[in-house]
């Protein structure tokens, strides 16, 4: 079993809709963090959090330390929202960062 | 502000060919790791340095090595490619340790071993 589990693996979605993507890991950690991956290859950072709640623009990423659970949340998804979406734990017994698999969305206009 | 710069973009090699993937951050970070990105897998860490210097094996580094002589260069190298080394390679900074500080990314080494 990955340290790091995401779901749903693909998603496909018409534009305006709420968009959930879950992260369930099993290590304790220093930080979770939210990458984009566009179709072009190059990876950015989202969000790193480590408790509560964070929101820039459309997206919001939460977390539940006790559960060991985080979601990323999308409102009124866009076409040029459609990446794929990769949840990483910073490992706080080795202090080296563990990916999941990524979530691939698709948003159709 | 270039941030992580990765060269080359593509390479295709033929088996026992060596080459030097090339990355540098302008950010002045001391973190730098190199990962690759297999189909359907995670990220997987190759090396990782944390300053000048100084530079550790990560989960799968058989077949690559990685120097450290500045701050701002981490170059990964491929002694004798073999087609288990196809895949895509990307480069990383953070500014901290600990895994609680944002990665930058480079934009990716797309490699081909046939």
């Known amino acids: 079993k990955n340290e790091v589990e995401q779901s749903p693996q693909n998603l496909t979605a018409q534009e305006g809709e709420f968009i959930t993507i879950n992260c369930s890991y099993s290590v304790g950690i220093s930080a979770l963090h939210w990458l984009q991956q566009h179709p072009g290859g190059g990876i950015v950072s989202l969000f790193m959090?480590?408790?509560g709640k964070k929101k820039h623009g459309r997206l919001i990423a939460t977390i539940n330390i006790q559960e060991k659970h985080s979601s990323l949340h999308i409102t009124a998804s866009h076409p040029r929202d459609s990446a794929v979406y990769i949840c990483?734990?910073?490992?706080?017994?080795?202090?080296?960062?563990?990916f999941g698999t990524g979530t691939r969305l698709k948003v159709l206009a | 502000n270039a941030g992580v710069t990765q060269t080359p973009k593509f390479r295709i090699l033929k088996i026992g060919q060596s080459m030097t993937l090339q990355c540098a951050q302008d950010m002045n970070h001391n973190y730098m790791y190199w990962y690759r990105q297999d189909p359907g897998m995670g990220l997987k860490l190759i090396y990782y340095s944390v300053g000048a210097g100084i530079t550790d094996k990560g989960e799968v580094p058989n077949g690559y090595n990685v120097s450290r002589s500045t701050t701002e260069d981490f170059p990964l190298r491929l002694e004798l490619a073999a087609p288990s080394q196809t895949s895509v390679y990307f480069c990383?900074?953070?500014?901290?340790?600990?895994?609680?500080?944002?990665?930058?990314f480079g934009n990716g080494t797309r490699l081909t071993v046939t």
């Open positions: 990483a734990v910073g490992d706080s017994g080795t202090y080296k960062y563990i």
């Open positions: 959090l480590s408790s």
């Open positions: 990383a900074s953070s500014a901290l340790g600990q895994a609680n500080s944002p990665l930058h």
